[in-house]
């Protein structure tokens, strides 16, 4: 099943995606409502109103997530990435929020954050959540689904006067791709091995497997859930692959065609737009 957030009618509304038909079904509930009942494992065809349903073609597809909700981003989580940019691996995983105005949609443009000169890609295999693990289970089995991200960073935003700066790196407005839709964890598994691949121009930059993360996806679900608790559509990206532009200079730039696509999944596609107007003394 694929679950979409979009403009259905002018107005923001989950909804369920048929790519056959080419159709939308909008939820007659709320997001955590239909999370709940799919992780209980109801029929939750009840919870769409098929009265409302519409062509895909004529929907404008957002980020799968609300604003209210919280993106949660692991990182140094694939050996060959950290080792190509000459980090080394941390004890534990490690983790940051990411802004809300950062988050954009597939299709939607990546915008050139004016203080950077350095803007970089990062492809992610994404986990949604349903709700939050309960003692004595799996971490896992909290999971609705799965999506893709884009942790787009401007790299030489990442150290400040007085020590690391990610918030300046990573929560610039509209950069952070998110989407095309949720799918569903029974049509993938709780622990996926997903071929996933980033192009710029058509031209592959990342390819890797989801299964070559160290920090697997429990590890990571039990790390943020014991530090802030997960609530109900909450995302968790899960780390980038080696590949990045910060490995060989071959920044971003104004036009430039950025798609992840990670099987199972789909294509997030974005397009950057805007350049550099760093001043001096950014």
Known sequence: MKLIRGLLGGTPRWAIADLETGTATPLAVGLPEFA????????????????????????????????????????????????????????????????????????????????????DFEIELVVAMARAPEPGERPSDAILGYTIGNDVTARDLTKGPRGADLYSAKCQDDTCGIGPWIVTVDEIGHDPNLLMELRVNGEVRQHDWTGTMEYDIDTLISYIHARTRIEPGDLIFTGTPAGVALEDGRWLLDGHVVECEIEKIGLLRNVVRGHSSKPAEA
């Open 36 to 119: 709940a009942a799919f992780n209980r494992g109801e029929d939750v065809g009840r919870l769409a109103d098929s009265n409302g349903r519409v062509k895909l073609a004529d929907v404008t597809l957002l980020a799968p997530v609300e604003r209210t909700s919280k993106v949660v981003c692991a990182g140094l989580n694939y050996r060959k990435h950290v080792e190509a940019v000459g980090s080394t691996m941390p004890d534990v995983p490690i983790a940051f929020l990411k802004a809300p105005t950062a988050w954009i949609g597939h299709e939607d443009p990546i915008r050139y954050p004016p203080l950077t000169e350095k803007l």
